[in-house]
């Protein structure tokens, strides 16, 4: 009787530690919705900045095309703001996206084309449309969409970087069914995004390089998108930045879009 008593204790002992130690896993495994949300934060600081980069995209037959690119980011009104202006060549100078969020709303865009000299809002239907025949969208240019829910999918080392991996099901999507993403565990920046099409292959992958610290921010300086059906890429090169470089106010106004590429701003922030 006393052996079967030890025995049975022996058992809800081992029973209870294993639960306890499925409870510890549990506590311990990163919840996704937190990865993203601190992955949006350091792919947006809340230090205003401009920053000049370079644009490039790539045929799939060689051939490329290069634009020089401002943009600024500030808080103004209470409201994110984001201007993207290509300011080279002049065959595209002067085309211009305004990202606007605010806490708690849906982002909205405004686009700038000096062809039909009128700023037109996006809508976030628009977000995946390409951004003036570059693999990039619209919604690339603007800020970070969490979507969700987000599914995580644990860590491991990707593209020589200690990431987690993170997927989510785009429902309604027109053109992407999932998004599969890599976080850097360290900095929480994103390091690869792979989209995939209504049939499940992988369309797109944006992936993330040259990580630089500039005034104590981890910074992306080179985000390469390539398409993997069709061929070709598109890439943006960062040249410099600028954090506490308050851009002028009116720059964040969609009327004043015609006049964005001549600001004085874009000559500072090249020096």
């Known amino acids: 009787m006393r052996h079967v008593l030890n025995l049975t204790i022996a058992t809800l002992v081992l029973v209870a530690f294993a639960f306890v130690v499925r409870a510890d896993v549990l506590a311990a495994e ?8 601190r992955m949006k934060q350091a792919l947006e600081p809340a230090r205003p900045s401009v ?45 211009a996206f305004l990202a ?18 009128r700023a037109q809002e996006i809508t976030p239907a628009a977000d995946y449309e390409p951004f003036s025949g570059t693999d990039f969208t619209y919604g690339d240019w603007g800020f970070a969409r969490l979507g969700g829910p987000w ?25 992407f069914s999932k ?7 360290d900095t929480g920046l994103p390091v690869e995004r792979d989209y995939y099409d209504l049939q499940g292959k992988l369309y797109k992958s944006e992936h993330f390089e040259k990580i630089t610290t500039i005034d104590n921010i981890p910074t992306i300086m080179k985000i390469v998108m390539y398409d993997v059906q069709m061929g070709g890429s598109s890439e943006i090169d960062v040249s410099s930045v600028k954090y506490d470089e308050q851009a002028p106010v009116g720059l964040f ?7 964005a590429a001549n600001d004085p701003l874009w000559k500072m922030g090249a020096q």
């Open 30 to 37: 990163p919840d996704a919705a937190s990865i993203v949300k």
């Open 51 to 95: 920053r000049v980069m370079t644009v490039k995209v790539n045929s799939r037959e060689g051939l490329a095309v290069q634009w020089t690119v401002g943009q600024a980011r500030a808080h103004v009104n209470d409201t994110d703001s984001m201007l993207t202006v290509v300011l080279d060549p002049v065959g595209a100078k002067g085309i």
């Open 100 to 117: 606007k969020e605010k806490p708690g709303a849906v982002a909205v865009g405004y686009s700038y084309l000096p062809a039909v000299r």
């Open 151 to 175: 599914k995580f999918d644990g860590i491991e080392t990707h593209n020589g970087v200690k990431a987690y991996k993170l997927e989510v099901v785009l429902a309604n999507n027109p053109l």
């Open 179 to 185: 998004d599969v993403t890599w976080v850097a565990t």
């Open 253 to 259: 106004d969609s009327k004043h879009l015609p006049d």
